[in-house]
């Protein structure tokens, strides 16, 4: 897991732009990616399914606890 600077979490804050990509079913291949909202609390990014559990990115990403992140350029 990769550890963002405060700058970093910032820009992502301020972006408004995050996007999560679960793998597919072969583990290799990333999933289309699903923009999502996420907040900013302290030094801690959170994000949080429309759907709550039932969404399938949230289902791949616990299963899989593996992707890909693209938020505001990085």
């Known amino acids: ?10 820009q992502i804050a301020e972006a408004d732009d995050l996007h999560i990509s679960p793998f597919r079913e072969d583990g290799m291949t990333y999933g ?13 990014l959170y994000v949080r399914a429309y759907n709550g559990r039932n969404s399938r990115w ?3 990403a ?13």
């Not at 897991?1 to 910032?10: A, C, G, P, Q």
């Open 1 to 10: 897991m990769s550890t963002w600077s405060k700058d970093e979490l910032r």
């Open 32 to 44: 289309t990616p699903t923009w999502i909202w996420s907040v900013m609390i302290g030094d801690g």
């Open 62 to 74: 616990v299963q899989q606890k593996a992707g890909r992140i693209t938020v505001a350029g990085m």
């Open 58 to 60: 949230y289902q791949a």
